[in-house]
């Protein structure tokens, strides 16, 4: 078969995703332009399929409740899902989220927040502890109630995302009106899955929250062990499996950030070979009791919660990331030229080792 | 315009526009061009050929210098990813630490980076005839330095870097090359090394080619080239030749 006439000659798709990310580990509140600007930075790396961010501190006068960030196909849908959270919840507030219209983003679905505070009398799930309550509810409605989703569940914080550049959400979400101390940011370039709102990044589950560059290629193996501890995968898009391992790994299973960045991130077995007997045998437990959690394919990945942000690539380093450091800001991006863009004269700039994480918590 | 500096400040000039108005002026003669508050724009002098000089102050994005053909480019501050991917002759120097797959399928020409560098620099890097590309690392590497290299040269001196506690290279150096030679300051641990190499000290030949290079590398950043040749070098080189020659074409 002979190639199509000039069938090289094509306007490439430059793009990857961009990761951005940033922790005031003395809780400064930094204000939404901050994130954006950095993003916009890294424009290119995403095709406006996704793009997203997620915020810590948001919510201050609330920060006791849970904080339900709701997608609805329509207005049915989110009656529905008002049902469902009334059933198991006592609403303090609901009201939709605060948009702004905007030229290219059509077709938003419709965006609630509800203020939640568990019932004394919980109708199921009993024995649950509350955590473990709030993820049995979202893996509820994301798997049975048609038309809506759960796009954020934490306290005192929150995911904005959907189909477009990171700037047009953030326009679209007014973002410009919040102020975090954390902030992480994703441009989106959907290779393998649908670039559709539920799809695009952050991926959350009550506080944790990711943001990556890549693809999980064991995202089927991933998927089916989740499925055994009760987290289900509803949203179509691989980096799903990340939020809800590090909940079964670091809030169920106690594993450290450590521990749980070598489940995702094993060591080689030629270097396991080399190192002591004990650690031989614990690297060795840790690959035959979490095999299945092991992230396979190209990743850099930006992992939060209220209290730390973390970034990691996969053992081999598939995907680029820099780390910064200026006073009691730490920075991490797929791009130096991001960070620089909205940070004065940085302390430090360094790309980390395959495989080991950086973890930047805030102070106290 | 001919003969005439070209400044530019490229402070918030998107990537295409800041290499159209470089082109331009390229076209319109100019051959030197310095520009101020660069942050991400990539792809900047790519393909570019002839005596053409470039100062970036900033931090130029991905691509820099891909596929270029001649000109010189002196980085003051830090580089991204991939910079000099397929470059076929020049000059690229970074005054600072420089990020993954630089030297990408290198085919000629000089990258000198001052202090550290990421995964995958000087991979498939090749030589032809007389042409034979140099990669010069002042600091250290990450994995895979030289993987699948089949000409060039590349030198790793582990000296300027943020990283103390960190191996001079990361795993897997120079596996499956078949070609060119990796000279190292110092000696190389084995568990670093891609299968079946290992390293050797240099000899004299080896010593001149390493001199000549690390001088110039020296000349352009500032540094001390005598300190640096003080101490013993190694090399690693391919194990095979054509390791697939036989492959589909059996002799």
């Given at each position: 078969m002979k190639a199509p006439h000039r069938y090289h000659d094509f306007e490439k798709d430059i793009s990857g995703c961009g990761v951005f990310g940033v922790i005031a580990r003395d809780r400064e509140l930094i204000p939404g332009d901050m994130p954006i600007k950095a993003m916009c930075t890294m424009h290119d790396r995403g095709n406006g399929l996704g793009g997203g961010f997620a915020a810590y501190g948001i919510y201050p006068d609330l920060a006791d409740y849970w904080c339900f960030?709701?997608?609805?196909?329509?207005?049915?849908?989110?009656?529905r899902a008002e049902e469902v959270l009334k059933h198991f919840f006592e609403i303090k507030e609901a009201q939709p989220i605060p948009t702004r219209r905007t030229p290219v983003v059509t077709n938003p679905p419709v965006l609630w927040r509800f203020f939640l505070k568990v019932k004394d009398a919980r109708p199921k799930w009993k024995e649950r502890d509350e955590k473990d309550y709030i993820v049995s509810v979202v893996m509820h409605i994301n798997q049975n109630v048609p038309g809506a989703f759960v796009a954020s569940s934490g306290k005192n914080m929150g995911a904005f995302k959907g189909?477009?550049?990171?700037?047009?959400?953030a326009d679209f979400y007014r973002l410009d009106e919040y102020k975090a101390y954390i902030w992480t940011g994703h441009n989106r370039f959907p290779t393998n899955t649908p670039g559709w709102w539920g799809g695009a990044h952050p991926f959350t589950l009550l506080d944790w929250s990711i943001v990556h560059n890549g693809?999980?290629?064991?995202?089927?193996?991933?998927?089916?062990?989740?499925?055994?501890?009760?987290?289900?995968?509803?949203?179509?898009?691989?980096?799903?499996?990340?939020?809800?391992?590090?909940?079964?790994?670091?809030?169920?299973?106690?594993?450290s950030l450590r521990m749980a960045s070598w489940v995702f991130s094993p060591p080689f077995w030629d270097d396991v070979a080399r190192m002591p007997k004990e650690q031989q045998d614990a690297f060795?437990?840790?690959?035959?009791?979490?095999?299945?959690?092991?992230l396979n394919g190209p990743f850099a990945i930006l992992v939060t919660a209220g209290?730390?942000?973390?970034?990691?690539?996969?053992?081999?380093k598939l995907r680029p990331l820099v780390v910064a450091e200026e006073g009691k800001r730490v920075y991490m991006s797929s791009e130096e030229s991001s960070i620089r863009e909205v940070s004065g004269t940085l302390d430090k700039v360094w790309a980390p080792k395959a495989g080991e994480p950086v973890i930047a918590t805030l102070e106290n | 315009m001919a003969d005439q500096?070209?400044?530019?400040?490229?402070?918030?000039?998107?990537?295409?526009?800041?290499?159209?108005?470089?082109?331009?002026?390229?076209?319109?003669?100019?051959?030197?061009?310095?520009?101020?508050?660069?942050n991400g724009q990539r792809y900047i002098f790519t393909g570019l050929k002839g005596e053409l000089s470039l100062k970036i102050n900033g931090v130029p994005g991905q691509d820099m210098a891909a596929f270029m053909n001649g000109p010189s480019i002196r980085v003051e501050g830090n580089a991204q990813d991939g910079v000099a991917n397929t470059m076929d002759d020049g000059k690229v120097v970074v005054n600072g630490?420089?990020?993954?797959?630089?030297?990408?399928?290198?085919?000629?020409?000089?990258?000198?980076?001052?202090?550290?560098?990421?995964?995958?620099?000087?991979?498939?890097?090749?030589?032809?005839?007389e042409k034979s590309p140099v990669i010069v690392i002042g600091g250290k590497a990450g994995d895979f330095l030289g993987e699948y290299m089949a000409g060039g040269s590349i030198?790793?001196?582990?000296?300027?870097?943020?990283?103390?506690?960190?191996?001079?290279?990361?795993?897997?150096?120079?596996?499956?090359?078949?070609?060119?030679?990796?000279?190292?300051?110092?000696?190389?641990p084995d568990t670093q090394l891609g299968p079946h190499l290992t390293s050797e000290p240099v000899d004299e030949t080896d010593k001149a080619r390493i001199r000549e290079m690390v001088t110039d590398f020296a000349l352009e950043l500032g540094l001390d080239a005598q300190h640096i040749l003080a101490e013993s070098f190694f090399k690693v080189k391919p194990f095979s030749h054509r390791p697939y020659g036989n492959m589909y074409v059996p002799c």
């Open positions: 960030h709701l997608m609805c196909d329509d207005q049915v849908g989110l009656e189909v477009g550049f990171p700037e047009d959400m693809e999980i290629s064991s995202y089927g193996i991933n998927r089916r062990y989740l499925c055994e501890h009760d987290y289900l995968c509803t949203l179509m898009t691989d980096t799903e499996v990340v939020a809800y391992l590090l909940d079964m790994l670091v809030r169920r299973h106690k594993l060795k437990a840790l690959r035959m009791v979490y095999g299945s959690a092991c209290d730390f942000m973390m970034g990691l690539n996969d053992r081999v | 500096k070209l400044v530019l400040d490229a402070k918030g000039v998107y990537y295409r526009q800041l290499n159209e108005r470089i082109r331009d002026a390229v076209t319109g003669g100019v051959r030197e061009i310095e520009l101020n508050n660069v630490i420089a990020g993954d797959v630089l030297g990408y399928g290198m085919r000629g020409g000089r990258l000198y980076i001052r202090g550290d560098v990421g995964y995958r620099v000087g991979i498939h890097m090749k030589a032809y005839k030198i790793l001196l582990g000296m300027f870097s943020d990283k103390p506690y960190a191996p001079i290279c990361g795993r897997s150096l120079g596996t499956g090359m078949h070609g060119g030679v990796i000279y190292v300051r110092g000696p190389v």
